[in-house]
């Protein structure tokens, strides 16, 4: 492939905000393999002069930092991009009583007006002023109610397309005073045109094209799709938009603790085709943090490792992996071990993340049991004995030992809810009694995963955004000693009934009235720890 930037993007807006130090050892690892473009995605997380509510307590650069970060990549030969966003996923910023009246709608800023302007000048000011890049990654993605809220109050219906332009034109005319060229997310052009991003057949008004500023150049996204056909059916789409597109896949960060090395090494293979025979001269690989920024971005090596490999004209999977185990003194079948906690009943072919949310879930609500299949738990005992036993020396010790602990603790946690029921269900004090033991092993095996956990996030990111994890593993610990407490006190004979176990557990998809269909898909932790309000 001839290629002008093959880069990575990193989100540090999901409360993981990555430290320096991580930071210059990932352009390091990254520029060693081919790598020489890397975006920081900041949505409010770097600094805004005179704007002290902007990433407060979010754990934001500094204007200081991101300098000497600019400085170190442009040593390494590669180009650090400003990823911002100025239109939508600013709910963060939202909360802040000074900046209520610049929303539109949810996440959405107000378009046409001009506070909103002189917001947008003052972020372009500061990335300028800290990055040597001309090139700033605008955002604009998902603004899905846009108009929809105070801009209608204020100017009535009008039609949503032209909205984003006109916006994106006053944006763009910003970007041109302080000499950048502007990327953005193209997903809005679709949507708007046809009510779906990922159709190559939306009617794309030709006065669309003549109206998309000269120095904004789009960006396809896309991290699902496995057939070479349809990636070269939307690159074809968006020439309809502009000539110069960016292509931005996805190495799967974001869908708990455990990566998705496998999909995203087959989705990636899929995409270079196509982006190869259609010449596309941007590409990047977004490590998303959605719902808490759970996941090491480290964890996703082998996907980083084939996509360089790949891109620079080596395609033989078993000379890429031999490269891969001389380079970092790991296997390529070992480090592909830290897959294992997101599927340990399924296979790599689809995304699934069991390990979240049968971590979290609760055990006497029991919302997510329907998905079990009885086997979990011997599943990640033995998700947990292969990871125990690699070699686990050097700089990637502590991704092994994180897993191998979530998966030891999932041994006990995955089915704790359907055997309590079980137990409780039958009214034989030594089921029960078993059950409480469980419990207790349960509590022991979360705290040593929190240890690892917590040392993992101390290795990498600032500490801001820990709190996150700290309230859901500490609201985690609390309830299993609750519920062992609970039944500790029924077995007793101290109460009568435990008003949870007493409800019909229900299908949480919906189906029908069996249980144990498969297994799902859940990343949102309020929607997995209780059908009630947090």
Same mark, same amino acid.
């Given at each position: 492939?001839?290629?002008?930037?093959?880069?990575?993007?990193?989100?540090?807006?999901?409360?993981?905000?990555?430290?320096?130090?991580?930071?210059?050892?990932?352009?390091?690892?990254?520029?060693?393999?081919?790598?020489?473009?890397?975006?920081?995605?900041?949505?409010?997380?770097?600094?805004?002069?005179?704007?002290?509510?902007?990433?407060?307590?979010?754990?934001?650069?500094?204007?200081?930092?991101?300098?000497?970060?600019?400085?170190?990549?442009?040593?390494?030969?590669?180009?650090?991009?400003?990823?911002?966003?100025?239109?939508?996923?600013?709910?963060?910023?939202?909360?802040?009583?000074?900046?209520?009246?610049?929303?539109?709608?949810?996440?959405?800023?107000?378009?046409?007006?001009?506070?909103?302007?002189?917001?947008?000048?003052?972020?372009?000011?500061?990335?300028?002023?800290?990055?040597?890049?001309?090139?700033?990654?605008?955002?604009?993605?998902?603004?899905?109610?846009?108009?929809?809220?105070?801009?209608?109050?204020?100017?009535?219906?009008?039609?949503?397309?032209?909205?984003?332009?006109?916006?994106?034109?006053?944006?763009?005319?910003?970007?041109?005073?302080?000499?950048?060229?502007?990327?953005?997310?193209?997903?809005?052009?679709?949507?708007?045109?046809?009510?779906?991003?990922?159709?190559?057949?939306?009617?794309?008004?030709?006065?669309?094209?003549?109206?998309?500023?000269?120095?904004?150049?789009?960006?396809?996204?896309?991290?699902?799709?496995?057939?070479?056909?349809?990636?070269?059916?939307?690159?074809?789409?968006?020439?309809?938009?502009?000539?110069?597109?960016?292509?931005?896949?996805?190495?799967?960060?974001?869908?708990?603790?455990?990566?998705?090395?496998?999909?995203?090494?087959?989705?990636?293979?899929?995409?270079?085709?196509?982006?190869?025979?259609?010449?596309?001269?941007?590409?990047?690989?977004?490590?998303?943090?959605?719902?808490?920024?759970?996941?090491?971005?480290?964890?996703?090596?082998?996907?980083?490792?084939?996509?360089?490999?790949?891109?620079?004209?080596?395609?033989?999977?078993?000379?890429?992996?031999?490269?891969?185990?001389?380079?970092?003194?790991?296997?390529?079948?070992?480090?592909?071990?830290?897959?294992?906690?997101?599927?340990?009943?399924?296979? +790599?072919? $689809?995304?699934? &993340?069991?390990?979240?949310?049968?971590?979290? =879930? %609760?055990?006497?609500? /029991?919302? *997510?049991?329907?998905?079990?299949?009885?086997?979990?738990?011997?599943?990640?005992?033995?998700?947990?004995?292969?990871?125990?036993?690699?070699?686990?020396?050097?700089?990637?010790?502590?991704?092994?030992?994180?897993?191998?602990?979530?998966?030891?603790?999932?041994?006990?946690?995955?089915?704790?809810?359907?055997?309590?029921?079980?137990?409780?269900?039958?009214?034989?004090?030594?089921?029960?009694?078993?059950?409480?033991?469980?419990?207790?092993?349960?509590?022991?095996?979360?705290?040593?995963?929190?240890?690892?956990?917590?040392? +993992?996030? $101390?290795?990498? &990111?600032?500490?801001?955004?820990?709190?996150? =994890? %700290?309230?859901?593993? /500490?609201? *985690?610990?609390?309830?299993?000693?609750?519920?062992?407490?609970?039944?500790?006190?029924?077995?007793?004979?101290?109460?009568?009934?435990?008003?949870?176990?007493?409800?019909?557990?229900?299908?949480?998809?919906?189906?029908?009235?069996?249980?144990?269909?498969?297994?799902?898909?859940?990343?949102?932790?309020?929607?997995?720890?209780?059908?009630?309000?947090?």
């Amino acid at each position: 492939m001839n290629l002008k930037r093959l880069g990575t993007m990193i989100d540090c807006s999901r409360n993981a905000v990555m430290n320096p130090g991580t930071v210059r050892r990932w352009i390091d690892l990254t520029a060693d393999m081919g790598y020489n473009m890397l975006m920081l995605y900041t949505e409010d997380t770097y600094e805004l002069e005179g704007e002290p509510y902007f990433g407060y307590g979010r754990g934001h650069y500094s204007r200081e930092e991101l300098k000497a970060l600019d400085s170190y990549a442009a040593g390494k030969g590669m180009e650090l991009i400003p990823c911002i966003q100025t239109l939508a996923h600013l709910n963060t910023v939202k909360r802040w009583p000074v900046y209520k009246d610049c929303f539109d709608i949810d996440d959405i800023l107000l378009a046409e007006d001009e506070e909103v302007y002189r917001l947008i000048d003052k972020m372009f000011d500061s990335v300028t002023s800290c990055f040597t890049s001309r090139v700033v990654h605008i955002g604009m993605d998902e603004a899905f109610r846009v108009g929809r809220g105070r801009f209608y109050d204020k100017h009535g219906d009008r039609n949503r397309t032209g909205i984003l332009l006109n916006h994106l034109s006053r944006v763009a005319e910003i970007g041109r005073r302080y000499g950048l060229r502007l990327c953005m997310w193209s997903d809005m052009f679709f949507r708007l045109a046809g009510g779906d991003y990922y159709n190559p057949g939306a009617e794309l008004c030709e006065t669309v094209r003549e109206q998309i500023p000269e120095n904004v150049e789009l960006i396809y996204w896309d991290y699902y799709h496995k057939d070479i056909g349809h990636y070269r059916d939307m690159l074809e789409a968006h020439k309809k938009l502009g000539e110069e597109i960016w292509f931005a896949g996805g190495s799967w960060t974001w869908t708990g603790f455990a990566p998705h090395n496998a999909i995203s090494i087959r989705n990636t293979k899929a995409a270079l085709t196509a982006c190869g025979e259609k010449e596309t001269a941007n590409v990047f690989l977004t490590l998303w943090g959605d719902n808490g920024g759970e996941c090491s971005r480290f964890s996703v090596l082998p996907a980083l490792f084939y996509a360089a490999e790949a891109a620079g004209g080596n395609n033989a999977e078993n000379v890429i992996r031999e490269r891969f185990a001389q380079k970092y003194e790991v296997s390529w079948e070992d480090f592909m071990l830290l897959d294992l906690p997101d599927s340990p009943n399924g296979s +790599q072919e $689809e995304v699934i &993340n069991s390990e979240k949310y049968l971590l979290y =879930q %609760d055990p006497f609500c /029991g919302l *997510l049991d329907s998905t079990l299949n009885g086997t979990e738990g011997e599943s990640f005992a033995r998700c947990a004995a292969r990871l125990r036993a690699v070699e686990k020396t050097g700089q990637f010790r502590c991704l092994f030992e994180t897993q191998a602990a979530l998966c030891e603790l999932l041994a006990v946690k995955a089915d704790l809810g359907s055997r309590t029921r079980e137990a409780y269900a039958s009214g034989d004090p030594l089921l029960l009694s078993g059950v409480i033991a469980l419990y207790q092993s349960a509590e022991e095996r979360l705290d040593v995963f929190y240890d690892c956990f917590e040392r +993992q996030w $101390e290795q990498e &990111n600032k500490g801001q955004g820990f709190e996150v =994890q %700290d309230i859901r593993l /500490g609201g *985690l610990r609390q309830r299993l000693r609750h519920c062992r407490r609970q039944l500790e006190r029924y077995a007793a004979g101290e109460i009568g009934q435990i008003d949870e176990l007493e409800e019909k557990l229900l299908d949480f998809q919906g189906q029908d009235e069996r249980f144990g269909e498969k297994a799902v898909y859940l990343n949102v932790w309020s929607e997995m720890v209780t059908p009630n309000i947090l």
